[in-house]
C-alpha cells in the first residue's frame, strides 16, 4: 500500500538529515541554542517539510515549486554547517557527514525537480 510522500526515497532521507542534524546541535553550546541551533535545525526540518506539502498539492507544477524550496533549503543548511565549523562548534566528523548527506539530498532534489518538469512538459503535449 502506497503511503504517499513517505515512499519517496529523497524524503526518507530528508529526514535522516534532520534527526543528524538534532544530534549534531545537541552538542553546540547553550548560547547558540537561538542562534544556530535554531537555524540549522529549521532548515533541516524545511527540507522533509517542504516536499511532503509539495507532494500533498494539486498539481505537479506546485510540487514542482516546493521541491525548489526544499532544494534551497538545503543549500541554506550547508551554508550553517560551513559556519559551524569555521566557529568550531560540533564534532567536525558529525558536520561532515552532514553535509554529505544534505548534498545526497539535494542530487535527488535536482533530479525529482527534473523529473516533475519532464512529466508536466510530456502532458502539456499530448
Known amino acids: 500500500m502506497s503511503r504517499g510522500y513517505r515512499d519517496l526515497v529523497v524524503w526518507q532521507k530528508s529526514m535522516e538529515?534532520?534527526?543528524a542534524i538534532y544530534q549534531l546541535s545537541k552538542q553546540f553550546p547553550r548560547e547558540e541554542m537561538y542562534g544556530?541551533?535554531?537555524q540549522m535545525r529549521r532548515s533541516a526540518v524545511s527540507i522533509a517539510s517542504n516536499i511532503a506539502e509539495g507532494h500533498g498539492r494539486l498539481n505537479s507544477k506546485e510540487f514542482g515549486q516546493?521541491?525548489?524550496?526544499?532544494?534551497?533549503?538545503t543549500y541554506e543548511l550547508q551554508t550553517q554547517l560551513e559556519l559551524?565549523?569555521?566557529l568550531q562548534i560540533g564534532v567536525d566528523?558529525?558536520?561532515?557527514?552532514?553535509?554529505?548527506m544534505s548534498e545526497e539530498v539535494g542530487r535527488m532534489l535536482y533530479s525529482l525537480i527534473h523529473s516533475v518538469r519532464n512529466m508536466r512538459s510530456r502532458l502539456s503535449a499530448d
Open 17 to 19: 538529515l534532520a534527526a
Open 36 to 38: 544556530i541551533t535554531s
Open 66 to 73: 516546493f521541491l525548489g524550496i526544499a532544494r534551497g533549503s
Open 84 to 86: 559551524a565549523r569555521e
Open 93 to 100: 566528523g558529525q558536520i561532515e557527514k552532514s553535509l554529505e
